[in-house]
């Protein structure tokens, strides 16, 4: 299933994680641009993502951490309340 490939990213080696996680937050910026009826389908996937790589190395974290903290405060912003 779809979810397998969120949830076995943590078998992707360092520069791997980080382009997967820097491309899902792209998917979910176009998901989230309409402001009446966005889709959090990609930004769910990132939450699984984010808890399934906690355990990496921190210096790998903190450069995923930085992509998904810049995502995340920009939904925590959305106009749609169902997002923020």
């Excluded at 980080?18 to 937050?25: D, P, T």
């Excluded at 402001?35 to 699984?48: A, G, H, I």
């Excluded at 951490?65 to 995340?72: D, G, I, Q």
């Amino acid at each position: 299933s779809i979810d397998l490939l969120f949830h076995r990213s943590s078998r992707l080696n360092s520069a791997a994680i980080e382009h997967f996680v820097r491309e899902l937050c792209q998917v979910s910026k176009e998901e989230l641009e309409p402001e009446l009826e966005p889709r959090v389908f990609s930004l769910s996937r990132l939450l699984d993502v984010a808890d399934t790589n906690m355990d990496r190395v921190r210096l790998v974290w903190s450069k995923i951490w930085r992509v998904l903290s810049e995502h995340f405060t920009m939904a925590a912003m959305h106009p749609n309340t169902g997002v923020s």
